[in-house]
DNA sequence: AGGCTCGTACGATAAGCATCGTAATACGGG
DNA sequence: CCCGTATTACGATGCTTATCGTACGAGCCT
C-alpha cells in the first residue's frame, strides 16, 4: 500500500528535499563544502549561468552516484537549493542568502577561483 | 632585544620548515585548511594580533600534538608562515601574498567568520 | 502499458584526517 | 654540562569522506 500523498498542490512532488534555513548555514560548513574540486567546478558553473541547472548538464569526471553525493553535500551546506522538477532536479545557487549571511564573501571566493583558474589555465 | 643572533643570513637552524611559494598555493587548499574551526579560529586570532605569535599564546581546546598537526596544515596550505627563533615557532599570517593571490579573499573570510560569531555569541 | 531517462539508495572500499599519548629533539640559561 | 621549556615525530585509533557499482523509484513519451 502506498502512501496517499495528500492532495499537496503547493510541492509538485512528494520527494522532500531537506534544506538548512539561513541560521543553520555554517561557515565552515561552506568552505568545506567549496573545498572539492568538484563541488567548487559546480558552483562556478552555477554563479556563470545564473539560473537554476539540472545535474545532468554538469560534465563531472565522476560517476552519476558521486555526483549526487556532491549535490547533496552542497545543499546541506547550504550552498544550493535543489528542486525536482518533473525528472530533473534543478540546482540553484543560494546567492541571497548567502549575501545575507556572509557579504561579499560568495563573490570574493568566485573571483579567487577564476583569477586562479587563469593564472593555471584550464587542465 | 636579540641577544645572540646566529649567523645572520643562512638558516639559524638545521630544521627547515617547507613553505609553498606563491604559485603554488591553491584555492582549494586554503578553503579546506579554513573549513576546520580550530584553524579558523589560530587564522582570526592572527589576523586580529597582527603579528607573530608563538604556538604557545594559543588557548586552543586540543592537545599539543593536535595544535602542531593543525598549524603545519596551515603552513603547507600556504595560509601562515612558520618561522624559528630560539625554542619558539613564530606564526604569522601570509597575508601580502594571499592578498596577491585572492585580493579581498582573506578580509571576507574574516569578516564572514566575525559575523557568525556575532550572530550566535552575543545575542 | 511499456519503455526510457534521470536521479536515489545502499553497500562496499579505500583513503584521508582529527585526535591523542609518549618518546625524542632543539635551544637557552644556570 | 645538565635542566627546563618549546615543539616535533611516531604510532595508533576511530571517524569522515570520495569514489564506485548495482539495483531501484519517479516521472515523461510513444
Redesign the pocket.
Known amino acids: 500500500m ?1 502512501a496517499t500523498v495528500t492532495t499537496a498542490s503547493s510541492a509538485p ?3 522532500a528535499l531537506p534544506h538548512p534555513v539561513c541560521e543553520e548555514i555554517r561557515l565552515e560548513g561552506v568552505l ?1 563544502a567549496l573545498s ?1 574540486p ?1 563541488r567548487l567546478r559546480i558552483v562556478r558553473r552555477l554563479a556563470a549561468e545564473g539560473v537554476e541547472l ?3 548538464h554538469f560534465d563531472l569526471p ?5 555526483t ?6 552542497l545543499r546541506e551546506s547550504g550552498v544550493i537549493r535543489q528542486t525536482y522538477e ?4 534543478m540546482n540553484g545557487l543560494r546567492r541571497t542568502d548567502l549575501d545575507g549571511l556572509f557579504p561579499g564573501l560568495l563573490d570574493a571566493l568566485l573571483a579567487a577561483a577564476a583569477r586562479q583558474e587563469a593564472r593555471h589555465g584550464v587542465r
Chains 1, 2 share one sequence.
Open positions: 502506498r512532488s512528494s520527494r568545506h572539492d568538484v539540472s545535474c545532468s565522476v560517476t552519476k552516484s558521486t549526487t553525493h556532491h549535490f547533496r553535500v518533473g525528472t530533473a532536479k
